[in-house]
């Protein structure tokens, strides 16, 4: 199975890490990808934070203080915490998480250390207990759960953990253990909302939605946008479409597609919301070959705001507030590290933007 760029993504960040610098040509040997390759790679992440570039090297930044946080350690009031983040990838979705825990720990003077799980939720216990022996004193925790079981198999021990433990982008069942846990997550329901309703003012009836199924955001993105049709009177005109990678599995993308295409043709569907907007991307790439045109023929919105804004015709975006999350949990994890014990846990719950751009098209006549 050839690998993503995401997965590149996230070995090269977890080679770094363990070494804190590395060569671009160490990097590209070690990757067995070509220094083309690899200087493509760390510009992407160095452009996003998560790497530091200097001359033919990269670093890991975990101790760079954010903008804004020179003036605390200048002035004598770091708080000296060391905070500990599993997060399940370096990339994509999560990159921007990170991006705002880091920025928020360095302005409360705080160190954040870094671990990985790489959708591996039978990995994230041990993960968690190698940043406790580093000095974590609290921790911000989003388990790499990818299936509906995955909590209930991978997720007692979070509940016992010894220290403050806050969890981000991550819905526990109701009445669980897990559930009485400070958590901070977005509210995709509320994105899913945002899109249906804006498609169906703009004239189109209820949506078909092609989405996959392999996260927690993908999960609430489908039964989102079943409580969006119940609120808005509407009935699915079909059943919800599978998405997969089209790089890892592109026999299922292209059936994917056909039947989103066929959907069209028929007059079933003026209209489809696809998790997520790289899918989106590609499916508006493949739907152009097959004769059918965006926004024309279709009115598309993306989820997850990552690169919608890039694609030929800029695609109208859900963007979960993602920095913020990361920026939020952070701040009441240190928060809750300095209150007394026995406060009441909080869940605090933020609400994506719609991003108009140009796939919709029109209000129809």
Known sequence: MRETAAERHDRLLGLVRERGSARVSDLASQLGVSPVTVRRDVEDLAGRGLLDRVHGSVSWPQDRAAPGAASGAATGTSSGLVLGMLAPSATYYFAEVIRGAHEAAARAGARLILRISDYRPEEDHARTEGLLSTGAEGLLIAPGWQHPGDPAAFGDWIAALPVPTVLLERRPAAGSRLDGLDRVCSDHAHGVLLAVRHLVELGHGAPLLMARAD????????????????????????????????????????????????????????????????????????????????????????????????????????????????????ELLVERLGERTGAPRRHLTLLPQLRVRDSCGSPLP
Do not use: C, M, W
């Open 215 to 330: 996260s927690p955001t993908a999960v609430a993105v489908r039964s989102g946008y079943t409580e969006a049709l119940a609120v808005l009177g509407l009935r699915a005109p079909q059943d919800v479409i599978d998405s997969v990678p089209a790089e890892l599995a592109p026999d299922a993308f292209e059936a994917a597609v056909q039947a989103l295409r066929e959907a069209v043709g028929s007059g079933v569907a003026t209209a489809a919301l696809i998790h997520n907007d790289v899918d989106a991307i590609q499916v508006v790439q493949r739907l152009a070959e097959l004769g059918v045109r965006v926004p024309d023929d279709l009115a598309l919105i993306a989820y997850d705001d990552e690169v919608a804004a890039l694609a030929d015709t800029p695609l109208t975006a859900v963007a979960p507030p993602k920095r913020d999350v990361g920026r939020h949990a952070t």
